[in-house]
T-cell receptor, first 116, second 113 residues
Protein backbone atom coordinates (compact mmCIF):
# COMPACT_ATOMS: atom_id res chain seq x y z
CA UNK A 1 0.00 0.00 0.00
CA UNK A 2 1.23 3.52 -0.75
CA UNK A 3 0.27 4.77 2.69
CA UNK A 4 -1.91 7.75 3.48
CA UNK A 5 -1.81 10.17 0.56
CA UNK A 6 -2.40 13.85 1.01
CA UNK A 7 -2.62 16.55 -1.62
CA UNK A 8 -1.40 19.09 -2.23
CA UNK A 9 1.89 18.94 -0.28
CA UNK A 10 2.13 22.71 -0.28
CA UNK A 11 -0.55 25.33 -0.70
CA UNK A 12 -0.14 29.10 -0.74
CA UNK A 13 -3.29 31.12 -0.93
CA UNK A 14 -4.53 34.62 -0.32
CA UNK A 15 -6.63 35.54 2.67
CA UNK A 16 -10.32 35.07 1.95
CA UNK A 17 -9.86 32.30 -0.58
CA UNK A 18 -11.30 28.82 -0.20
CA UNK A 19 -8.81 26.04 0.44
CA UNK A 20 -9.48 22.32 0.07
CA UNK A 21 -7.12 19.71 1.42
CA UNK A 22 -7.45 16.11 0.29
CA UNK A 23 -6.71 12.76 1.84
CA UNK A 24 -6.77 9.17 0.67
CA UNK A 25 -6.53 6.79 3.64
CA UNK A 26 -4.99 3.35 3.61
CA UNK A 27 -7.41 0.84 2.15
CA UNK A 28 -9.28 -1.11 4.80
CA UNK A 29 -8.71 1.38 7.61
CA UNK A 30 -11.89 2.24 9.49
CA UNK A 31 -10.99 5.55 11.09
CA UNK A 32 -9.68 8.80 9.63
CA UNK A 33 -8.33 11.81 11.48
CA UNK A 34 -7.45 15.39 10.55
CA UNK A 35 -4.77 17.10 12.65
CA UNK A 36 -3.25 20.56 12.53
CA UNK A 37 0.33 21.22 13.62
CA UNK A 38 1.75 24.62 14.54
CA UNK A 39 4.73 25.72 16.59
CA UNK A 40 2.50 27.45 19.11
CA UNK A 41 -0.19 24.81 19.63
CA UNK A 42 1.55 21.58 18.66
CA UNK A 43 -0.52 18.76 17.17
CA UNK A 44 -4.27 19.36 17.47
CA UNK A 45 -6.99 16.89 16.55
CA UNK A 46 -9.57 18.67 14.42
CA UNK A 47 -12.06 15.94 13.55
CA UNK A 48 -12.27 12.21 13.13
CA UNK A 49 -14.46 9.79 11.23
CA UNK A 50 -15.29 6.16 11.82
CA UNK A 51 -16.68 4.19 8.90
CA UNK A 52 -17.11 7.50 7.03
CA UNK A 53 -19.26 9.03 9.79
CA UNK A 54 -17.98 12.09 11.69
CA UNK A 55 -17.66 11.10 15.33
CA UNK A 56 -16.14 14.14 17.00
CA UNK A 57 -15.60 17.56 15.43
CA UNK A 58 -15.07 19.42 18.68
CA UNK A 59 -11.54 20.30 17.61
CA UNK A 60 -12.63 22.22 14.53
CA UNK A 61 -11.69 25.79 15.40
CA UNK A 62 -14.47 27.68 13.65
CA UNK A 63 -17.37 27.34 11.26
CA UNK A 64 -14.97 28.30 8.50
CA UNK A 65 -13.63 24.74 8.76
CA UNK A 66 -15.56 21.78 7.41
CA UNK A 67 -14.67 18.18 6.65
CA UNK A 68 -16.32 15.46 4.65
CA UNK A 69 -15.76 11.79 3.98
CA UNK A 70 -18.05 10.83 1.11
CA UNK A 71 -16.61 7.30 0.89
CA UNK A 72 -14.05 5.04 2.52
CA UNK A 73 -11.23 6.14 0.23
CA UNK A 74 -11.47 9.93 0.29
CA UNK A 75 -11.80 12.84 2.68
CA UNK A 76 -11.55 16.61 2.37
CA UNK A 77 -10.89 19.42 4.81
CA UNK A 78 -12.12 22.79 3.59
CA UNK A 79 -11.42 26.25 4.94
CA UNK A 80 -13.65 29.02 3.66
CA UNK A 81 -12.70 31.82 3.90
CA UNK A 82 -9.06 31.26 4.82
CA UNK A 83 -7.16 33.55 7.20
CA UNK A 84 -3.42 33.99 7.88
CA UNK A 85 -3.81 32.32 11.29
CA UNK A 86 -4.86 29.13 9.52
CA UNK A 87 -1.29 28.74 8.27
CA UNK A 88 -0.07 25.38 9.55
CA UNK A 89 0.75 21.84 8.50
CA UNK A 90 -2.39 19.74 8.20
CA UNK A 91 -2.07 15.99 8.62
CA UNK A 92 -4.45 13.24 7.73
CA UNK A 93 -4.11 9.88 9.46
CA UNK A 94 -5.96 6.59 9.15
CA UNK A 95 -6.29 3.78 11.64
CA UNK A 96 -7.20 0.12 11.26
CA UNK A 97 -9.53 -1.89 13.43
CA UNK A 98 -7.64 -5.10 14.18
CA UNK A 99 -8.55 -7.93 16.51
CA UNK A 100 -11.43 -6.01 18.00
CA UNK A 101 -9.52 -2.83 18.75
CA UNK A 102 -8.16 0.33 17.19
CA UNK A 103 -4.38 0.48 17.26
CA UNK A 104 -1.93 2.99 15.86
CA UNK A 105 -2.58 5.78 13.40
CA UNK A 106 -0.74 6.00 10.08
CA UNK A 107 0.04 9.54 9.00
CA UNK A 108 0.30 11.17 5.62
CA UNK A 109 3.15 13.52 4.72
CA UNK A 110 1.04 16.56 5.47
CA UNK A 111 -0.06 19.67 3.60
CA UNK A 112 1.80 22.86 4.44
CA UNK A 113 -0.72 25.68 4.14
CA UNK A 114 0.37 29.30 3.97
CA UNK A 115 -2.29 31.99 3.90
CA UNK A 116 -0.94 35.42 2.95
CA UNK B 1 -10.59 12.38 29.49
CA UNK B 2 -6.99 11.56 28.77
CA UNK B 3 -3.97 13.82 28.71
CA UNK B 4 -0.29 13.41 27.93
CA UNK B 5 2.61 15.39 29.35
CA UNK B 6 6.05 15.27 27.84
CA UNK B 7 8.31 16.62 30.49
CA UNK B 8 11.09 17.95 28.28
CA UNK B 9 10.55 20.19 25.27
CA UNK B 10 14.16 19.79 24.10
CA UNK B 11 16.85 17.23 24.87
CA UNK B 12 20.39 17.83 23.59
CA UNK B 13 22.70 14.84 23.80
CA UNK B 14 26.05 13.79 22.38
CA UNK B 15 26.31 11.03 19.82
CA UNK B 16 26.66 7.53 21.34
CA UNK B 17 25.32 8.71 24.70
CA UNK B 18 22.15 7.20 26.19
CA UNK B 19 18.92 9.17 26.16
CA UNK B 20 15.57 9.06 27.96
CA UNK B 21 12.54 11.05 26.81
CA UNK B 22 9.93 11.28 29.52
CA UNK B 23 6.18 10.90 29.15
CA UNK B 24 3.41 10.85 31.73
CA UNK B 25 -0.23 10.31 31.00
CA UNK B 26 -3.54 10.69 32.78
CA UNK B 27 -6.61 8.55 32.18
CA UNK B 28 -9.47 7.12 34.20
CA UNK B 29 -9.62 3.99 32.04
CA UNK B 30 -7.15 1.54 30.57
CA UNK B 31 -5.09 2.87 27.69
CA UNK B 32 -2.88 2.09 24.77
CA UNK B 33 0.38 4.03 24.59
CA UNK B 34 2.51 5.04 21.63
CA UNK B 35 5.68 6.83 20.68
CA UNK B 36 5.93 8.45 17.26
CA UNK B 37 8.88 10.15 15.57
CA UNK B 38 8.71 13.07 13.15
CA UNK B 39 11.65 13.93 10.93
CA UNK B 40 11.77 17.39 9.32
CA UNK B 41 9.08 18.00 6.72
CA UNK B 42 7.58 14.56 7.20
CA UNK B 43 4.57 13.01 8.86
CA UNK B 44 4.66 11.09 12.11
CA UNK B 45 5.70 7.46 12.06
CA UNK B 46 5.27 4.86 14.76
CA UNK B 47 8.32 3.96 16.85
CA UNK B 48 6.64 1.55 19.23
CA UNK B 49 3.39 0.80 20.98
CA UNK B 50 2.08 -0.76 24.18
CA UNK B 51 -1.26 -2.49 23.86
CA UNK B 52 -1.01 -5.22 26.50
CA UNK B 53 1.36 -7.85 27.85
CA UNK B 54 5.00 -7.17 28.64
CA UNK B 55 5.55 -3.68 29.99
CA UNK B 56 8.89 -3.37 28.21
CA UNK B 57 8.29 -2.63 24.57
CA UNK B 58 10.93 -2.63 21.86
CA UNK B 59 10.56 -0.57 18.73
CA UNK B 60 12.40 0.38 15.60
CA UNK B 61 15.84 2.00 15.43
CA UNK B 62 16.90 0.55 18.80
CA UNK B 63 14.36 2.42 20.90
CA UNK B 64 12.45 0.89 23.79
CA UNK B 65 9.90 2.11 26.31
CA UNK B 66 8.57 0.86 29.60
CA UNK B 67 4.97 1.13 30.70
CA UNK B 68 4.70 1.88 34.42
CA UNK B 69 1.06 1.80 35.45
CA UNK B 70 1.62 2.91 39.04
CA UNK B 71 3.55 5.97 37.92
CA UNK B 72 1.42 6.46 34.79
CA UNK B 73 4.56 6.81 32.73
CA UNK B 74 5.82 5.56 29.40
CA UNK B 75 9.40 6.80 29.04
CA UNK B 76 11.35 6.24 25.83
CA UNK B 77 14.98 5.15 25.97
CA UNK B 78 17.87 4.40 23.68
CA UNK B 79 21.26 3.21 24.98
CA UNK B 80 23.33 4.91 22.27
CA UNK B 81 22.01 7.61 19.95
CA UNK B 82 23.11 8.54 16.46
CA UNK B 83 23.08 11.83 14.61
CA UNK B 84 20.23 10.43 12.52
CA UNK B 85 18.03 10.20 15.63
CA UNK B 86 17.71 13.98 15.63
CA UNK B 87 13.95 14.50 15.29
CA UNK B 88 10.84 15.36 17.26
CA UNK B 89 9.30 12.60 19.37
CA UNK B 90 5.67 12.44 20.39
CA UNK B 91 4.11 10.37 23.13
CA UNK B 92 0.44 9.49 22.59
CA UNK B 93 -2.39 7.76 24.42
CA UNK B 94 -5.74 6.32 23.41
CA UNK B 95 -8.44 4.62 25.42
CA UNK B 96 -8.76 0.89 24.84
CA UNK B 97 -11.91 0.55 22.81
CA UNK B 98 -11.83 4.20 21.87
CA UNK B 99 -11.01 5.89 18.60
CA UNK B 100 -9.06 9.02 19.10
CA UNK B 101 -5.42 9.40 20.04
CA UNK B 102 -4.20 12.29 22.17
CA UNK B 103 -0.66 13.51 21.53
CA UNK B 104 1.81 15.20 23.82
CA UNK B 105 3.48 18.47 22.91
CA UNK B 106 6.57 16.72 21.59
CA UNK B 107 10.22 16.52 22.62
CA UNK B 108 12.88 17.72 20.24
CA UNK B 109 15.91 15.43 20.42
CA UNK B 110 19.08 17.02 19.14
CA UNK B 111 22.08 14.72 18.79
CA UNK B 112 25.44 16.49 18.65
CA UNK B 113 28.66 15.09 17.19
Amino acid sequence: DAGVIQSPRHEVTEMGQEVTLRCKPISGHNSLFWYRQTMMRGLELLIYFNNNVPIDDSGMPEDRFSAKMPNASFSTLKIQPSEPRDSAVYFCASQPYVGGRNTEAFFGQGTRLTVV
Amino acid sequence: AQSVTQLDSQVPVFEEAPVELRCNYSSSVSVYLFWYVQYPNQGLQLLLKYLSGSTLVKGINGFEAEFNKSQTSFHLRKPSVHISDTAEYFCAVSETGGFKTIFGAGTRLFVKA
